[in-house]
């Protein structure tokens, strides 16, 4: 037997020792697994918090807001120009032009008239709303719908626009070349000034109308002297007549 330190020899105090130490090994490498097992664990509920979270916005589910060329339709699209009629509202399905090829312009029988030469829609009542400066005309056009100065088109908010300058010049050329004026446009036929007749209009002033078209950099728009066959402009804040179109290419 090995020499004895106090009541223990030196073999038994080197056995209990290993002993505590074995033990304690044991212990350890139960609380290392728990550990990397709960390590694991959180490592999976991570995954799966990944796969089964929402998913974000996809380009196909991002709806623009961006207004699409259809729904400007009533806007002025004339080149270096700035203004324009704000479209508002849900569009309808309005009435289409009633073109006639053998006149000038064609009485749809629903409160418009038709232009075949330009394929403008233009309201038969022409003041039936009243003179307006440039950006309150330009609202009233916008919100003229069917049930409106006895239209039956099917037209809504947003269908209806000023003309535009070259609109207003082609309206008036071929009347302007016959030496019309007062006003200076043409009878339904085409042939002949509206003053000679048949005309599809009414209430129409030998007076100034407004166009949809600025001048750019300023507050000022172009407007159609339809007395004399000529084309002004004047500062948005000027008082003048309103004659809605619809249709066309501007």
Known sequence: MGKRIGNLSRRESM??????????????QPDLHKWRLGIF?????????IL???AGPTLASITSTSPTPSAQRGANTTQGTKGGNAAG?????????CVDKTKRYADCGNGTVTDSLTGLVWLK?????PSADFEAAKKAVAGLKNGDCMLTDGSSPGDWRLPTQKEWETTMEKALDMGCSGPTLTNDAGTGCITA??????DVEADYYWSSTTLE???????????HGHLLNGAFTTSLRVWPVRGGQR
């Open 15 to 28: 056995s209990i020792g290993g002993g505590d130490r074995m033990r304690t090994r044991r212990r350890f």
């Open 41 to 49: 664990m959180a490592i999976l509920l991570g995954l799966a918090t």
């Open 52 to 54: 089964v979270a929402p």
């Open 89 to 97: 509202g849900a569009r309808g399905r309005a009435a289409a032009p």
């Open 125 to 129: 009542k022409s003041n039936c709303l």
């Open 197 to 202: 007749g048949p005309s599809s209009f009414t």
């Open 217 to 227: 950099g300023q507050d000022r728009a172009y407007f159609g002297d339809i007395d």
